[in-house]
């Protein structure tokens, strides 16, 4: 009989650098009441937004996932040739075929595997720990992930539960080896029973000029999931690192709105003086991009530092969710 030979990767593993990529177009809560049949004062009470930011007409998720992921490299110190892997998680690549990552690696000059992934706003911290796995396996030396959205383009204006919400952007992290862990294991999961709460419609079979694709969601469904499930998935993340609450800087949850991250903190039980992410309130959801972005935003105004410890956390569409403990990398700041 042969015998098959399996690698082994790292003995231990970290995020090595982040970057970002912010659009340029601010568009304020005002700018879309010109449309939308609401208000500034109703958009920030209810979910906490301020403004957020459209990628251009001729600005591709491709563009802007390059630009993230070039600051990733740079942070890391890490060249495009060293990349085994480089996976994007977005749900909002306008064509199913090719995907995003072949793109993304060959405008950064690798020929790395690469590969989409679809978890929803949770694609980010689903691909982190599978980037994760495949270097302490051994299928790769440096794995790139990127988030990414262009959710502009699927957005109906006049939609209550939606216009406000979604926006666009990008954050990359490299993972790699390193000399101490600094990815914690994943507590992960979906609930395709509710699978109807956030959707694309319709689908792409029934696309027409006068029906074009857009995010659909059941606001209030997600508000009476999100804070009060995902406390408990947060919480075997953190045990399963071996960590209590007590241990934590930073607290980074998907930027959904700041009324599910406020519960979802109170829920936690989540110590005073732990710093909590608040990017929503500039940067709208941006969905898979939503938590490297507020990694960014955080370290940019001094909320916290590479080599602190932090909770992420991230859910949404599937429903699907994921959550680690990660030492925070080092960022290169917008
Ligand atoms: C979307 C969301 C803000 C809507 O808030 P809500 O309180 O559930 O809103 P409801 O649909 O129950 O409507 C409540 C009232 O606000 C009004 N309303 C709804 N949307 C409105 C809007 N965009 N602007 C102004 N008023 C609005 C309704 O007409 C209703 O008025 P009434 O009480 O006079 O009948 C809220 O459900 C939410 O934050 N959900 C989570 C969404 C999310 O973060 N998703 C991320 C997925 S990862």
């Keep these: 009989m042969t015998t098959i030979r399996q690698p082994s990767g790292a003995r231990a593993t970290a995020l090595l650098g982040l970057g970002t990529y ?3 177009r601010v568009v304020t809560n005002e700018e879309i009441c010109e449309v939308l049949d609401s208000s500034d004062e109703w958009i920030q009470s209810r979910s906490g937004i301020r403004s957020r930011r459209y990628a251009g007409e001729d600005e591709t998720l491709v563009d802007m996932a390059t630009a993230a992921a070039r600051r990733a490299l740079e942070a890391a110190g890490v060249t495009a040739d060293q990349l085994g892997t480089v ?6 690549h306008a064509q199913h075929t090719p995907a995003a990552a072949p793109l993304v ?6 020929r790395a595997a690469a590969f989409d992934m679809g978890a929803g706003c949770a694609g980010w911290c689903h691909a982190v720990s599978v980037a994760s796995d495949l270097v302490r396996g051994g299928n790769a030396s440096y794995a790139l992930v990127i ?3 262009k959710l502009s383009l699927f957005l109906d204006p006049t939609d209550r539960s939606t216009a406000f919400i979604f926006a666009d952007g990008a954050g990359a992290v490299v993972v790699g080896p390193a000399d101490e862990p600094g990815i914690g294991p994943v507590a992960w999961g979906s609930d395709g029973s509710q699978s109807h709460v956030i959707t694309q419609e319709p689908g792409c079979q029934h696309v027409t000029p006068d029906h074009p694709m857009v995010v659909r969601m059941e606001g209030t469904a997600v508000f009476r999931w999100a804070p009060f499930a995902m406390a408990d998935v947060a919480r075997s993340a953190v045990e399963g690192a071996g960590l209590a609450l007590t241990d934590l800087d930073a607290f980074i949850p998907h930027q959904a709105n700041m009324r599910i991250t ?4 109170r829920n936690l039980k989540l110590p005073e003086g732990i710093a909590i992410a608040r990017d929503v309130q500039e940067s709208g959801n941006t969905s898979a991009a939503s938590v490297p972005l507020a990694i960014e935003t955080m370290v940019r105004n001094g909320e916290a530092q590479p080599g602190d410890t932090a909770l992420l956390i ?3 569409a599937g429903l699907s969710y994921a959550s680690q403990v990660v030492r925070l990398p080092p960022v290169a700041t917008a």
Excluded: Q
């Design 22 to 24: 912010r659009p340029e």
């Design 87 to 92: 996976i994007v998680a977005t749900s909002s």
């Design 105 to 110: 690696a060959d405008r950064l000059g690798s």
């Design 147 to 149: 988030g990414v959205e």
């Design 262 to 265: 406020e519960t979802l903190a």
């Design 314 to 316: 991230a859910f949404g």
